[in-house]
T-cell receptor, first 115, second 108 residues
Framework: NAGVMQNPRHLVRRRGQEARLRCSPM?????VYWYRQLPEEGLKFMVY????????ESGMPKERFSAEFPKEGPSILRIQQVVRGDSAAYFC?????????????FGSGTRLTVV | AQRVTQPEKLLSVFKGAPVELKCNYS??????LFWYVQYSRQRLQLLLR??SRESIKGFTADLNKGETSFHLKKPFAQEEDSAMYYC??????????FGQGTRLTINP
Protein backbone atom coordinates (compact mmCIF):
# COMPACT_ATOMS: atom_id res chain seq x y z
CA ASN A 1 0.00 0.00 0.00
CA ALA A 2 1.76 3.10 -1.24
CA GLY A 3 -0.07 5.46 1.09
CA VAL A 4 -1.34 8.85 0.01
CA MET A 5 0.49 9.93 -3.11
CA GLN A 6 0.86 13.55 -4.03
CA ASN A 7 2.48 14.87 -7.14
CA PRO A 8 4.39 16.74 -8.06
CA ARG A 9 6.51 17.16 -4.93
CA HIS A 10 7.70 20.55 -6.13
CA LEU A 11 5.99 22.83 -8.59
CA VAL A 12 7.22 26.17 -9.88
CA ARG A 13 4.82 28.45 -11.70
CA ARG A 14 5.07 31.98 -13.01
CA ARG A 15 2.49 34.50 -11.92
CA GLY A 16 -0.68 34.11 -13.95
CA GLN A 17 -0.16 30.44 -14.79
CA GLU A 18 -2.28 27.56 -13.57
CA ALA A 19 -1.19 25.03 -10.95
CA ARG A 20 -2.62 21.53 -10.73
CA LEU A 21 -1.89 19.45 -7.68
CA ARG A 22 -2.80 15.78 -7.57
CA CYS A 23 -3.62 13.49 -4.70
CA SER A 24 -4.27 9.77 -4.85
CA PRO A 25 -5.76 8.56 -1.57
CA MET A 26 -4.84 5.35 0.14
CA UNK A 27 -6.51 2.26 -1.21
CA UNK A 28 -9.90 1.90 0.39
CA UNK A 29 -10.10 5.55 1.47
CA UNK A 30 -12.94 7.52 -0.03
CA UNK A 31 -12.52 10.78 1.91
CA VAL A 32 -9.96 13.36 0.83
CA TYR A 33 -8.94 16.58 2.57
CA TRP A 34 -6.70 19.38 1.36
CA TYR A 35 -4.72 21.62 3.69
CA ARG A 36 -2.43 24.53 2.97
CA GLN A 37 0.60 25.54 4.97
CA LEU A 38 1.87 29.06 4.43
CA PRO A 39 5.40 29.86 5.58
CA GLU A 40 5.70 30.05 9.37
CA GLU A 41 2.09 28.96 9.85
CA GLY A 42 0.20 25.80 10.74
CA LEU A 43 -1.80 23.73 8.31
CA LYS A 44 -5.13 25.27 7.39
CA PHE A 45 -8.12 23.32 6.14
CA MET A 46 -9.19 24.05 2.59
CA VAL A 47 -11.67 21.46 1.37
CA TYR A 48 -13.14 18.04 2.11
CA UNK A 49 -14.28 15.80 -0.72
CA UNK A 50 -15.76 12.42 -1.28
CA UNK A 51 -15.99 10.75 -4.66
CA UNK A 52 -17.73 13.17 -7.03
CA UNK A 53 -18.85 15.39 -4.15
CA UNK A 54 -17.51 18.47 -2.43
CA UNK A 55 -18.63 18.11 1.15
CA UNK A 56 -17.07 21.21 2.71
CA GLU A 57 -15.15 23.92 0.90
CA SER A 58 -15.34 26.52 3.62
CA GLY A 59 -11.56 26.95 3.70
CA MET A 60 -11.13 27.55 -0.02
CA PRO A 61 -10.40 31.07 -1.23
CA LYS A 62 -13.43 32.38 -3.07
CA GLU A 63 -11.66 32.90 -6.36
CA ARG A 64 -9.15 31.02 -8.50
CA PHE A 65 -9.18 27.85 -6.35
CA SER A 66 -11.18 24.72 -7.14
CA ALA A 67 -11.04 21.07 -6.19
CA GLU A 68 -12.49 17.87 -7.51
CA PHE A 69 -12.43 14.17 -6.73
CA PRO A 70 -13.76 12.34 -9.76
CA LYS A 71 -15.15 8.84 -9.81
CA GLU A 72 -11.93 7.65 -11.40
CA GLY A 73 -8.52 9.11 -10.82
CA PRO A 74 -6.91 11.33 -8.25
CA SER A 75 -8.26 14.36 -6.49
CA ILE A 76 -7.13 17.60 -8.12
CA LEU A 77 -6.57 20.95 -6.48
CA ARG A 78 -6.48 23.61 -9.17
CA ILE A 79 -5.24 27.15 -8.76
CA GLN A 80 -5.81 29.48 -11.65
CA GLN A 81 -3.78 32.63 -12.33
CA VAL A 82 -1.40 31.99 -9.48
CA VAL A 83 0.02 34.86 -7.44
CA ARG A 84 3.05 35.03 -5.17
CA GLY A 85 0.83 34.63 -2.12
CA ASP A 86 -0.17 31.15 -3.30
CA SER A 87 3.35 29.91 -2.60
CA ALA A 88 2.91 27.31 0.11
CA ALA A 89 2.97 23.63 0.89
CA TYR A 90 -0.26 21.88 0.00
CA PHE A 91 -1.04 18.69 1.86
CA CYS A 92 -3.60 16.08 1.07
CA UNK A 93 -4.96 13.58 3.58
CA UNK A 94 -7.32 10.67 3.17
CA UNK A 95 -9.34 8.59 5.56
CA UNK A 96 -11.72 5.66 5.41
CA UNK A 97 -14.11 7.35 7.82
CA UNK A 98 -15.91 10.64 7.96
CA UNK A 99 -14.38 11.75 11.23
CA UNK A 100 -11.79 14.46 10.94
CA UNK A 101 -8.37 13.55 12.26
CA UNK A 102 -9.24 10.00 13.16
CA UNK A 103 -7.64 7.74 10.61
CA UNK A 104 -6.12 10.61 8.61
CA UNK A 105 -3.15 9.62 6.48
CA PHE A 106 -1.21 12.50 5.00
CA GLY A 107 0.68 12.71 1.76
CA SER A 108 4.14 14.21 1.52
CA GLY A 109 2.80 17.45 0.18
CA THR A 110 3.35 19.59 -2.89
CA ARG A 111 5.49 22.66 -2.45
CA LEU A 112 4.29 25.35 -4.82
CA THR A 113 6.56 28.26 -5.61
CA VAL A 114 5.24 31.16 -7.64
CA VAL A 115 7.91 33.28 -9.28
CA ALA B 1 -13.58 30.75 17.31
CA GLN B 2 -11.74 27.46 17.47
CA ARG B 3 -8.04 27.97 17.82
CA VAL B 4 -4.95 25.99 18.70
CA THR B 5 -1.90 27.74 20.11
CA GLN B 6 1.57 26.32 20.38
CA PRO B 7 3.52 29.10 22.08
CA GLU B 8 6.98 27.75 21.35
CA LYS B 9 8.18 27.70 17.75
CA LEU B 10 11.48 26.17 18.80
CA LEU B 11 12.36 23.94 21.73
CA SER B 12 15.77 22.52 22.42
CA VAL B 13 16.57 20.03 25.18
CA PHE B 14 19.38 17.66 25.98
CA LYS B 15 19.14 13.93 25.50
CA GLY B 16 17.74 12.31 28.60
CA ALA B 17 16.03 15.47 29.81
CA PRO B 18 12.25 15.75 30.14
CA VAL B 19 10.32 17.29 27.27
CA GLU B 20 7.07 19.22 27.35
CA LEU B 21 5.55 20.73 24.22
CA LYS B 22 2.75 23.10 25.05
CA CYS B 23 -0.62 23.25 23.37
CA ASN B 24 -3.61 25.35 24.32
CA TYR B 25 -6.93 25.38 22.57
CA SER B 26 -10.18 27.26 22.48
CA UNK B 27 -13.31 25.32 21.67
CA UNK B 28 -16.83 25.66 22.92
CA UNK B 29 -17.80 22.01 22.77
CA UNK B 30 -16.18 18.77 23.88
CA UNK B 31 -12.76 18.82 22.20
CA UNK B 32 -11.08 16.02 20.34
CA LEU B 33 -7.35 16.64 20.23
CA PHE B 34 -4.40 15.12 18.47
CA TRP B 35 -0.65 15.40 18.24
CA TYR B 36 0.95 14.97 14.83
CA VAL B 37 4.67 14.62 14.17
CA GLN B 38 6.77 15.23 11.10
CA TYR B 39 10.27 13.78 11.11
CA SER B 40 12.84 15.13 8.72
CA ARG B 41 11.96 14.33 5.10
CA GLN B 42 8.91 12.34 6.14
CA ARG B 43 5.22 12.99 5.95
CA LEU B 44 3.04 14.23 8.75
CA GLN B 45 1.81 11.35 10.86
CA LEU B 46 -0.49 10.91 13.81
CA LEU B 47 1.37 10.52 17.08
CA LEU B 48 -1.49 10.19 19.51
CA ARG B 49 -5.12 11.06 20.23
CA UNK B 50 -6.43 12.17 23.58
CA UNK B 51 -9.39 9.81 23.54
CA SER B 52 -7.16 6.75 23.34
CA ARG B 53 -5.06 7.81 26.36
CA GLU B 54 -2.15 5.86 24.97
CA SER B 55 1.58 6.31 25.15
CA ILE B 56 3.38 6.32 21.83
CA LYS B 57 7.18 6.31 21.67
CA GLY B 58 7.17 7.28 25.33
CA PHE B 59 5.02 10.37 24.73
CA THR B 60 1.82 11.09 26.61
CA ALA B 61 -0.63 13.94 26.52
CA ASP B 62 -3.39 14.69 28.97
CA LEU B 63 -6.36 16.82 28.20
CA ASN B 64 -6.88 19.47 30.87
CA LYS B 65 -10.25 21.05 30.25
CA GLY B 66 -9.84 23.54 33.09
CA GLU B 67 -6.68 24.95 31.57
CA THR B 68 -7.77 24.15 27.99
CA SER B 69 -4.43 22.48 27.41
CA PHE B 70 -3.14 19.32 25.80
CA HIS B 71 0.58 19.38 26.46
CA LEU B 72 2.79 16.63 25.07
CA LYS B 73 5.28 15.13 27.48
CA LYS B 74 8.10 12.66 27.56
CA PRO B 75 10.20 11.99 30.64
CA PHE B 76 13.48 11.24 28.87
CA ALA B 77 14.14 12.72 25.44
CA GLN B 78 15.93 10.75 22.75
CA GLU B 79 17.78 12.09 19.73
CA GLU B 80 15.28 10.47 17.36
CA ASP B 81 12.54 12.61 18.88
CA SER B 82 13.86 15.62 16.97
CA ALA B 83 11.01 16.65 14.66
CA MET B 84 8.20 19.14 14.07
CA TYR B 85 5.23 18.59 16.34
CA TYR B 86 1.74 19.86 15.63
CA CYS B 87 -1.18 19.96 17.99
CA UNK B 88 -4.56 19.70 16.27
CA UNK B 89 -8.19 20.07 17.25
CA UNK B 90 -11.08 18.35 15.54
CA UNK B 91 -13.27 21.26 14.63
CA UNK B 92 -16.12 19.00 13.76
CA UNK B 93 -17.42 18.31 10.29
CA UNK B 94 -14.20 16.51 9.42
CA UNK B 95 -11.94 19.54 9.80
CA UNK B 96 -8.80 19.86 11.84
CA UNK B 97 -7.41 23.09 13.20
CA PHE B 98 -3.64 22.96 13.59
CA GLY B 99 -1.28 24.92 15.75
CA GLN B 100 1.76 26.56 14.21
CA GLY B 101 4.00 23.72 15.25
CA THR B 102 7.00 23.38 17.52
CA ARG B 103 10.37 22.32 16.22
CA LEU B 104 11.92 20.06 18.83
CA THR B 105 15.66 19.54 18.77
CA ILE B 106 17.31 17.02 21.03
CA ASN B 107 20.94 17.78 21.68
CA PRO B 108 23.33 14.91 22.33
Amino acid sequence: NAGVMQNPRHLVRRRGQEARLRCSPMKGHSHVYWYRQLPEEGLKFMVYLQKENIIDESGMPKERFSAEFPKEGPSILRIQQVVRGDSAAYFCASSPLDRGGYGYTFGSGTRLTVV
Amino acid sequence: AQRVTQPEKLLSVFKGAPVELKCNYSYSGSPELFWYVQYSRQRLQLLLRHISRESIKGFTADLNKGETSFHLKKPFAQEEDSAMYYCALNQGAQKLVFGQGTRLTINP
